[in-house]
């Protein structure tokens, strides 16, 4: 079964902070994303890679960073924390666009 | 904008009856339409997906109408159960395109 893990599952950080969230696939998957999930907006796409040294901008990039340094893993970089980047995070990875995505069990970040 | 569209954004229904869960989208090249369901505190799974070569897509209880002609699709979910009681999210992508498009979330609640 595809495996995504992320870490940490929860990080309190304080506002103008460094915050890293890390992921690991084991399904040798090309594509890993990065979502985030909030109240009334569903999953957004923030950064997306295709391979090993490749990061993409999603839908909503602003304030995120993202560093794919191997295919197993792609990290996601908040420079300067702010409490709007309060939300849940969750890492997948895919084959390809048009099959399953595999998600994480999430990370809760509070920006305080 | 957002690309795919659900409704309603939360949707109680008896056990035993049929829950329907809409989803419209607005790019006529999406060709594969997932829909993931995400119990509380778990991440968002697989649980069934439709591409465009058929216009419906059944299993078990729960069924696919696609609608190619005005962008719309439908999960139905007969016989519903306590434990069907999750979040669904439609979600769209083509075959040559970057990553899944996700809606905001149709929240069942199934009352014994």
């Known amino acids: 079964e595809a495996a995504v893990t992320q870490s940490p599952r929860n990080k309190v950080a304080v506002t103008g902070g460094k915050v890293t969230l890390s992921c690991n696939q084991t399904?040798?998957?090309?594509?890993m994303y990065w979502y985030r999930q909030d109240t009334g907006h569903g999953l957004r796409l923030i950064h997306y890679?295709?391979?090993?040294?490749?990061?993409e901008k999603g839908d909503i990039p602003d304030g995120y960073k993202a560093s794919r340094p191997s295919q197993e893993n792609f990290s996601l970089i908040l420079e300067l924390a702010t409490p709007s980047q309060t939300s849940v995070y969750f890492c997948?990875?895919?084959?390809?666009?048009?099959?399953?995505?595999?998600f994480g069990k999430g990370t809760r970040l509070t920006v305080v | 904008q957002q690309q795919v569209r659900q409704s309603p954004q939360s949707l109680t229904v008896w056990e035993g009856e049929t829950a329907i869960l809409n989803c419209s989208y607005e790019d006529s090249t999406f060709d594969y339409f997932p829909w993931y369901w995400q119990f509380p505190r778990e991440s968002p799974a697989l649980l069934i997906a439709i591409r465009p070569v058929s216009n419906k897509k059944e299993d078990g209880r729960f069924t696919i109408f696609f609608n190619k002609r005005e962008k719309k699709l439908s999960l139905h979910i007969t016989d519903s159960q306590p434990g069907d009681s999750a979040t669904y999210f439609c979600a769209a992508s083509a075959n040559s395109g970057t990553y899944q498009r996700f809606g905001t979330g149709t929240k069942l609640q199934v009352v014994p």
């Open positions: 890679s295709y391979g090993a040294g490749s990061t």
């Open positions: 997948a990875s895919g084959d390809v666009p048009n099959t399953e995505v595999f």
């Open positions: 399904n040798n998957h090309n594509n």
